[in-house]
């Protein structure tokens, strides 16, 4: 018995097309760690501080409401970002001067002006934020998408920070490492890491997000070893 032919219909053709569509490329960190991660910058212009708040404490949360002093004229629904005091960072290996790590703690918006006083709301935290926190303008930051294959360049470095200067970095932790621009670094650019004591031990892996022109932020795709301050970074196999 002779078997008839499927017939295409609109439905199944569709179905066909759906499944031939290529996923999309997904970012290569999160919205908030992006953001969050901030860079390594030579000057921290500020636009104003955080100076207190109506309920006289000085650690706040999300949709706290907090005064701020700036510096220019603000209009409520104006907002910024709220960051740690910048650290000056040194370099671990030549002792240089590398720049000033930018924090990002959260974002705050201008609410209203009330007794001399100019009242603000915090819409989005990333780590605590304190009295003495500073601001700077609010620009709008998606994270990048970089297609695969990744670059692995022939382009050697140091680690020279981490965010929260924490000594001790693992897997999904972000570090800062002194090569940029002007060395080749391209965003998505993956390097093995490898710690330097009396031998030469791989660490783990990094992958590049962030590109400024002499210093990048990446982030720790593998790591078999604590990844620190002074960890040389090397071609990926």
Excluded at 48 to 56: D, F, R
Excluded at 184 to 192: L, S
Excluded at 195 to 210: E, L, M, R
């Amino acid at each position: 018995m002779i078997e008839p032919k499927a017939t295409k219909t609109p439905a199944t053709e569709a179905i066909q097309r759906v499944e031939a569509t290529p996923a999309p490329e997904k970012p290569l960190v999160s919205t908030n760690l992006y953001i969050a991660s901030g860079h390594i910058a030579d000057t921290v212009p500020t636009a104003g501080k955080i100076t207190g708040s109506p309920t006289m404490r000085t650690l706040f949360g999300n949709l706290d409401l907090i005064y701020v002093m700036t510096g220019g004229q603000v209009s409520p629904g104006d907002k910024f970002y709220i960051l740690k005091q910048p650290t000056l960072i040194i370099h671990p290996v030549t002792n240089a001067r590398v720049g000033y790590l930018v924090d990002v703690a959260g974002v705050a918006e201008i609410r209203k002006f009330e007794f001399g006083e100019t009242v603000a709301q915090i819409l989005t935290t990333y780590r605590d934020i304190m009295t003495g926190d500073v601001l700077v303008p609010y620009s709008e930051m998606a994270p990048p998408v970089v297609s695969k294959p990744y670059r692995k360049p022939d382009i050697k470095g140091y680690i020279v920070a981490a965010r929260s200067l924490t000594e001790n970095n693992g897997l999904f932790d972000v570090v800062y490492i002194d090569r940029g621009n002007k060395d080749g670094i391209e965003v998505g650019d993956v390097f093995r890491t490898v710690f330097i004591g009396k031998q030469k031990v791989p660490s783990g892996a990094i992958q590049v997000f962030t590109v400024g022109q002499t210093t990048s932020a990446a982030i720790v795709r593998e790591s078999t070893i604590s990844i620190i301050p002074g960890t040389m970074i090397m071609q990926a196999e």
